[in-house]
């Protein structure tokens, strides 16, 4: 749970004692077994130093409500607006307030005080001097608390009688506060998870398909086995047998294309591999052919080129058993078929 003070004095933000004061608060709060509260955030609010004041002398309820309500739609449990001795006097509001908690059924934690730095009070005679400002919060705030939790309110009778309500903090049940507003924050918190949950689903999809679709934005293999297939061309014209690059990326449309030849279009079976199932739909696979052979180069010159793809890291198709392809060379780094498929890859390996 979260407050959030505003304030109409200049100097609050800067109080020394600002710090202990809120840990005093929170530490009284969270005394309780039940408690949560995380946070007190200060905000100045000039604007706020006329407030609307009714003819009994508190601060009209319509008046709070539209100043604190915003406060309450970020998450803020309970909204506090404070003044200075003498801002309480200029703004109007009766002297006899130390600070006030407007009776009301919205669910929106609200109170008002007054307060110096260093203001004191003695709560109860022969008793010690306390520090006003934690000592209203706090009391303004249980207030509420009753009201919110349906229970009977004892804060004067506990507080001027026993002195310090910090006590009475650490025996509050914050589970009987406002039921039907802790069942609406846990709503909130699961649509929000779920939201949360949603849209990185969403992004992890499109930086999938970022992924995956990268090679074919730019009709290319991925960098790491372009270099490797340059360098088996520059190897292959070095050795005098020059090669030239087939078949690099290929989209899904051209690898049904194959797929269907020598099935359902003319020709032989070139392929086994249905669209998605070639690693060349993945920007990682590269067919060559000798430029001056042609395919029906010698078993020699193709075990040639076969040494020389492996030997910058490729998978030689010239190597299988099932189905011999040996103008194909492919970089799976590790990576399995369905690893492809799934977009399991970390393509930082292919830069």
């Known amino acids: 749970m979260k407050i959030k003070l505003l304030t109409t004095d200049t100097t609050l ?11 005093e608060i929170l530490k009284a709060l969270n005394a309780s077994p039940s408690a949560n509260f995380t946070a007190i955030d200060v905000e100045l609010r000039l604007d706020l130093a006329k407030p609307e004041v009714a003819a ?31 801002g309480w006097a ?40 306390l520090n006003k400002y934690i000592q209203t919060v706090l009391h ?10 349906g229970l009977p309110d004892i804060t004067h009778k506990y507080h001027y009688s026993m002195g310090d309500i910090r006590m009475l903090a650490a025996t509050l049940d914050w589970t009987l506060y406002r039921p039907e507003l802790q069942i609406r924050r ?17 992004k992890k999809k499109v930086a999938q398909l970022t992924d995956l679709l990268s090679a074919k934005a730019t009709n290319q293999l991925r960098p790491k086995v372009q270099r490797a297939a340059d360098v ?28 269907n030849q020598g099935r359902i279009t003319p020709g032989a079976v070139v392929t086994n591999a249905k669209a998605g199932q070639s690693l060349h739909n993945y920007g990682v696979a590269v067919d060559f052919v000798f430029r001056q052979e042609g395919y029906n180069a010698s078993n020699t ?22 189905f011999l392809d040996r103008p194909h060379f492919e970089m799976k780094l590790g990576y399995s078929l369905r690893d492809f498929q799934n977009n399991k890859i970390d393509w930082n390996k292919y830069k």
Do not use: C
């Open 13 to 23: 933000p800067n109080w020394k004692s600002l710090k202990a004061k809120h840990r």
């Open 56 to 86: 009994r002398g508190a601060i009209e309820h319509a008046w709070l409500d539209k100043i604190f309500l915003p406060y309450f739609n970020q998450g803020y449990d309970f909204t506090g607006l404070h003044f200075n001795m003498d």
């Open 90 to 129: 200029k703004a109007g509001i009766r002297p006899t307030l130390n600070g006030a908690n407007p009776i009301d059924t919205d669910q929106i934690g609200e109170f008002y005080l007054r307060s110096d730095e260093d203001t004191t009070k003695r709560y109860v005679t022969g008793g010690s001097r």
């Open 140 to 149: 303004e705030m249980i207030h509420e608390y009753y009201r919110g939790a």
């Open 186 to 202: 846990k709503q909130e918190t699961i649509i929000e998870l779920l939201q949360r949950k949603v849209i990185g689903l969403l």
């Open 232 to 259: 088996v061309v520059a190897e292959m014209k070095r050795r005098g047998h020059p090669v030239r690059i087939v078949e690099g990326f290929r989209t899904l449309e051209r690898q049904t294309e194959l797929y």
């Open 301 to 322: 010159l193709w075990n040639l080129l076969g040494s020389v793809g492996k030997a910058q890291g490729f998978a030689w198709g010239g190597d299988w058993t099932s």
